[in-house]
């Protein structure tokens, strides 16, 4: 099964990080981007970016929205072989007005925000996103060219309700970036 393909190889790939980035990866309180599939060539990968964030307890001990600062470590995952690497990610997306200061004059993205979701919502969109993205690189959906199943147009659709839910605002550009061939599939497979 590819979830738990891809569970053990993000698993194995974070036990190559050094020190500071196996810290940075796996803190609590780090904020990891959904996984979205890429394809290079004939080639499909699985990425997922790595992005600072304040921590909960002082958002919640002070009243103030957790912000989200931008991605900087990115890991690609070649599908079917496992082939993993890292990748510092110096520019990003986000270069220029996008950006925000915080109070202590960090740059960010901008705030989380989820109020308009209902309890669960998000952690629900979150897994079955992960389960549905695994079936399209699966199927090899994004490679092929031939007339869009009955199937394929259901999973495009149900994967257009968890991107409302799952996609935290302030990283739209990242995913319409690193995601647009699979934003482009899913728009022309959801019609």
């Not at 739209?172 to 995601?179: C, F, I, R, T, V």
Request: aromatic letters at 10%; hydrophobic letters at 40%.
């Amino acid at each position: 099964m590819i979830e738990d393909w891809y569970i053990s190889v993000k698993r194995a790939a974070v036990e190559t990080l050094p020190p500071d980035l196996y810290l940075d990866v796996t803190a609590l309180g780090g904020y990891n981007t959904v996984l979205i599939p890429t394809v290079e060539g004939e080639e499909q990968w699985l990425i997922s970016a790595y992005c600072g964030v304040t921590s909960s307890g002082y958002a919640n001990a002070h009243g103030v929205p957790r912000l989200l600062f931008p991605p900087h470590l990115m890991l690609r995952i070649h599908y079917p072989s496992g082939q993993f690497e890292w990748i510092e990610l110096e520019n990003s997306p986000y270069d220029g007005p996008a950006l925000q200061r915080n109070a202590a004059g960090n740059e960010c993205l901008g705030p989380i925000s989820r109020e308009h979701l209902g309890p669960g919502e998000w952690r629900n969109a979150m897994r079955r996103h992960f389960q549905l993205v695994c079936q399209v690189v699966e199927q090899r959906w994004l490679l092929t060219a031939h007339s869009v199943t009955a199937e394929e147009q259901a999973v495009a659709r149900e994967l257009q309700d968890c991107i409302r839910a799952a996609y935290d605002k302030p990283l739209l550009p990242y995913y319409q970036h690193y995601g647009r061939h699979f934003l482009a599939w899913m728009e022309r497979a959801a019609k």
